[in-house]
T-cell receptor, first 111, second 115 residues
Framework: RKEVEQDPGPFNVPEGATVAFNCTYSNSASQSFFWYRQDCRKEPKLLMSVYSSGNEDGRFTAQLNRASQYISLLIRDSKLSDSATYLCVVILTGTASKLTFGTGTRLQVTL | DTEVTQTPKHLVMGMTNKKSLKCEQHMGHRAMYWYKQKAKKPPELMFVYSYEKLSINESVPSRFSPECPNSSLLNLHLHALQPEDSALYLC??????????????FGPGTRLTVL
């Protein structure tokens, strides 16, 4: 079983739609969680950190469920510019420098 | 300045060549990383340097040799590569510890083709 699993998609949604991605992680010692975004042929960029209390940044909301070992990303009012691959990232306790990436979920927002 | 720069952007090399990839950051980060990314796959960690010392080597073949000359620079020396080593090589940097965990800044990458 992979350490961090995501549905690869693609998710094809119209502009203005709300879309949600989930990510599951297998190691209960995971301590920190993030969503990164990677545009086609570009480098990954941090989108947001994910906290147990949930956090929101504009149209983006991230949630963490430690009991079920999954994190989620909700995008409201999708824009064409949201089209990208969304990478779920986990840091295991004691591996402060090491990011473990999920395989990524591809989102395509269309007119 | 929140930029990580990498040179060259593209590199084509033969299996007998020796080449180097370069990475630079001026954000005062004391951790620097090399990742390899194949098409439609996530980045795979290769090496981590903390305070200019190699702290993680993810069992990378010796034909890849990292070097950290100072806190701003990171090199990856390549020798006798195989065609399957063709990939995007990403450099990243970050602060160490605290709330900065997980916040890595990536360079644009070097797209390497081994013939």
């Amino acid at each position: 079983r992979k350490e961090v699993e995501q549905d690869p998609g693609p998710f094809n949604v119209p502009e203005g739609a709300t879309v949600a991605f989930n990510c599951t992680y297998s190691n209960s010692a995971s301590q920190s969680f993030f969503w990164y975004r990677q545009d086609c042929r570009k480098e990954p960029k941090l989108l947001m950190s994910v906290y147990s209390s949930g956090n929101e940044d504009g149209r983006f909301t991230a949630q963490l469920n430690r009991a079920s070992q999954y994190i989620s990303l909700l995008i409201r009012d999708s824009k064409l510019s949201d089209s990208a691959t969304y990478l779920c990232v986990v840091i295991l306790t004691g591996t402060a420098s090491k990011l473990t990436f999920g395989t990524g979920t591809r989102l395509q927002v269309t007119l | 300045d929140t930029e990580v720069t990498q040179t060259p952007k593209h590199l084509v090399m033969g299996m007998t060549n020796k080449k180097s990839l370069k990475c630079e950051q001026h954000m005062g980060h004391r951790a620097m990383y090399w990742y390899k990314q194949k098409a439609k796959k996530p980045p795979e960690l290769m090496f981590v340097y903390s305070y200019e010392k190699l702290s993680i080597n993810e069992s990378v073949p010796s034909r890849f040799s990292p070097e950290c000359p100072n806190s701003s620079l990171l090199n990856l020396h390549l020798h006798a590569l195989q065609p399957e080593d063709s990939a995007l090589y990403l450099c990243a940097s970050s602060h160490l510890g605290g709330d900065s965990l997980g916040t890595q800044y990536f360079g644009p990458g070097t797209r390497l083709t081994v013939l």
